[in-house]
């Protein structure tokens, strides 16, 4: 999948927030197979620390790929384990900023597929037909407050409001890696889909309604559909609302030879 069968933007806005502590970046590569490369952060730690997280992670990340050797999403673990080390050492150059860290999201889209690496709670949605799935693990105590509730020990009130909510399990911090996802087969991608990356800013709006706005805008820019959404997020006005960032990828041409969906699955990895 050339990327001249892609259309791609991404947006951010600050919400309620004085500061952002969201980053994100495409990396565009020629070659023999040419291949985008998508990265989002979320920070934490507050004003001038959670940003610095953020870019730092984006920054070490690209750095530590070998952009000339393919398949990228190969080098994820190792990027990843590289950028985990730049905010150990940022942190430790700056007392100011210890106990910074941040959410990380990477996508490869190549060969009429995505591969990705993820993080902390940062959703990645594949939009397909009249379908939204979330494809990446949700790395917060919302995914087990939720489970909890479908098996009755809570309400579902109590799950969506409890103060726990947010709490992440893992992020990139500087400390040991423990939970990480990880694509273990390419994605299949069709023509007319598309991949959305967000912080959990996005989260305001349910994935319903997310599928909901890109059904009705489906044949919109990239560029339109990250301001779509991110409209939609600040028309709630949401007390305290986050930070939100949108990365929108819409296929323009189907590619040959992809991994059929059902051979897709994600696994839970460790990186020291």
């Known amino acids: 999948m050339t990327r001249d069968m892609l259309d791609y933007a991404g947006a951010q806005i600050a919400g309620k927030r004085a500061y952002q502590e969201d980053a994100f ?16 952060a979320d920070g934490m730690g507050g004003h001038a620390a959670g940003d610095v997280a953020a870019n730092t992670s ?11 050797s393919r ?11 590289k950028a985990n080390r730049a905010i150990y050492r940022t942190a430790k150059d700056d007392p100011a900023k210890e106990g910074m860290g941040c959410t990380f999201v990477a996508v490869e889209i190549a060969n ?7 993080i902390g709670d940062s959703p ?7 379908q939204i799935r979330r494809i990446n693990a949700d790395h917060s105590m919302a995914q087990q407050l939720d489970a909890a509730a479908a098996r009755g020990e809570i309400t579902p009130e109590e799950a969506r409001n409890s103060s726990s909510r947010n709490i992440l399990l893992s ?10 996802d990880q694509s273990k087969a390419a994605r299949a991608l069709g023509k007319g889909d598309w991949i959305i990356l967000a912080s959990d800013g996005l989260e305001t709006l349910e994935p319903n309604e997310i599928l909901s706005l890109v059904q009705r805008h489906r044949d919109s820019s990239a560029k339109q559909m990250c301001s779509l959404l991110l409209q939609s997020v600040e028309s709630r006005n949401k007390p305290g609302q ?9 296929v323009l041409e189907r590619s040959a030879g992809a991994v059929p969906d059902d051979e897709v699955t994600t696994r839970p990895i460790r990186a020291g």
């Open 25 to 40: 970046a495409f990396r565009a590569v020629t070659g023999n197979d040419e291949s985008l490369i998508c990265l989002l």
């Open 58 to 68: 984006i920054e070490a990340f690209s750095d530590a790929i070998e952009w000339q």
């Open 71 to 81: 398949p990228l999403h190969e080098q994820f673990i190792r990027a990843l384990d």
């Open 112 to 118: 009429g597929h995505c591969n990705w690496i993820s």
């Open 124 to 130: 990645l949605f594949h939009v397909s037909g009249n």
């Open 171 to 180: 992020a990139l911090t500087g400390d040991p890696i423990t939970r990480v």
């Open 242 to 250: 986050d930070n939100a960032t949108v990365m929108a990828v819409r």
